[in-house]
């Protein structure tokens, strides 16, 4: 947690200006689009995700980047499990289960390893470039703070768990809030004067 925390998550100037950069990022890029026919929920998605990739990985991309797009479909496919089997498998017999848990199974496993790829190919990265007085991200941080300690396999395991979380489930808050704030006009500006009075 600490790590984290050194890296820019939770209340710290270094998380809050990553956050207000990739705002920035985004307001700019929404500008330049000039038109009206815009898909919000991708593009707070691809946001979110850089700022998870920045504060992990010291990296940002361009919000119509290919790698970001195919990037945030591999966690969508990790969570992405058919209704239809997940209801089977809570109300089936087990031996009906058990077949379905055989298609279901590896295609998880084989979104995890993709994902996971990733995730070790940029630790290794990290540690090949690694500068220890000057730890540019949370991958930095944890392998200074570990030392002789430091295993690849854990550090890839939390890496993952970590990320997992905030880039789907906070980018779906984040659009639940300005859908809220579309229909409710007034919450928004109770929450825009809210925001003038800390800006002040």
Known sequence: MSCLRASGSGPNKLGEENILTHIDYLTEYILQLNCLDID???LILQTNTNIILKTFFNKRF??????LKDFIQQWKNFVDVDGTE???CNLAPMWLVKLFARKLIPRMLHNVEVLRDFFRK???EHIRTLDKDNPRDFI???????GCEFHLDQLTGNAFMLCADPILTVG???QWVILYFTLFQDVQKMMQDEIDKVCM
């Not at 361009?62 to 790698?67: G, I, K, S, Y």
């Open 62 to 67: 361009a919000l119509d980047d290919q790698f």
């Open 40 to 42: 919000l929920n991708s």
């Open 86 to 88: 997940m209801l089977i």
């Open 122 to 124: 940029e630790i290794d």
């Open 172 to 174: 779906s808050a984040i």
């Open 140 to 146: 930095d941080m944890y392998v200074v703070s570990q």
